[in-house]
């Protein structure tokens, strides 16, 4: 596609429901990355994957975080037993190489845990 | 950690003036980028500098990267209502150059 596809936008959840977010890359970008993004503050680097493989998760604040992309195209960021201080936003970026460079980010989805 | 402090937090300025956003750190990084976010959007990428004193145009907008790899500012030359939104830094480091560090931002609202 032109451009990273995020869905849902907006997300909902009670307080212990698990819930998952997608991401559709740039067809043909290496590159895949999980950022939060709380109120008010920069994005925090959750997760990055090269093509299927994960290959930095130091970033995922608990065991309640799974990342997976699984045919090295479309990645799903998971969150089990939602809690209040997981809402925020959370973008994916790809990009065509293995560095920073040329990150383009998908518009997030923004998870509100009630 | 790396962390990266820009300044100021918060900028209101009329249309037609200049203005400066600053982005600072203790650490050296390998490459810098600058991102501009609008309410609801993901950050779009402004520019990428990699080079100890280099110097980026983008139109009305001036990047700058310290000598020593640790800070870089934004030069806005006669601001437009369309330049509003949250200005984020970002840098990479050599170990680790696939991830970024942001700054918390600097939200700059430009009135018509």
């Known amino acids: 596609g032109a451009g990273v596809s995020q869905s849902p936008r907006y997300k909902v959840a009670k307080r212990g429901q698990d819930v998952a977010l997608r991401c559709d890359p740039i067809?043909?970008?290496?590159?895949l990355f999980w950022y939060q993004q709380a109120l008010g503050q920069g994005p925090e680097f959750l997760t990055y994957?090269?093509?299927?493989?994960?290959?930095?998760k130091s970033g995922l604040p608990s065991d309640r975080f799974f990342a997976e992309r699984p045919e090295g195209s479309v990645s799903t960021l998971k969150i089990q037993r939602t809690q209040q201080e997981d809402s925020a936003v959370y973008l994916c970026a790809s990009s065509p190489g293995q560095s920073s460079y040329g990150y383009t980010f998908g518009s997030g989805t923004r998870l509100t845990v009630v | 950690t790396q962390l990266l402090e820009q300044s100021p937090q918060f900028l209101s300025i009329q249309e037609g003036e200049n203005l400066t956003v600053y982005c600072n750190s203790s650490s050296v990084f390998s490459s810098l980028q600058w991102y501009r976010q609008e309410p609801g959007e993901g950050p779009v990428l402004l520019v990428t500098?990699?080079?100890?004193?280099e110097v980026k145009k983008l139109k009305r907008l001036t990047f700058q990267f310290g000598d020593a790899r640790k800070d870089s500012s934004l030069h806005i030359t006669a601001a437009q209502p369309g330049d509003t939104g949250l200005y984020l830094c970002?840098?990479?480091?050599?170990?680790?150059?696939?991830?970024?560090?942001f700054g918390k931002g600097t939200l700059l609202t430009v009135n018509p």
């Open positions: 994957f090269q093509n299927e493989a994960q290959l930095d």
């Open positions: 067809s043909g970008h290496v590159s």
């Open positions: 500098v990699v080079t100890g004193g």
């Open positions: 970002a840098g990479a480091s050599g170990g680790s150059n696939y991830k970024l560090t």
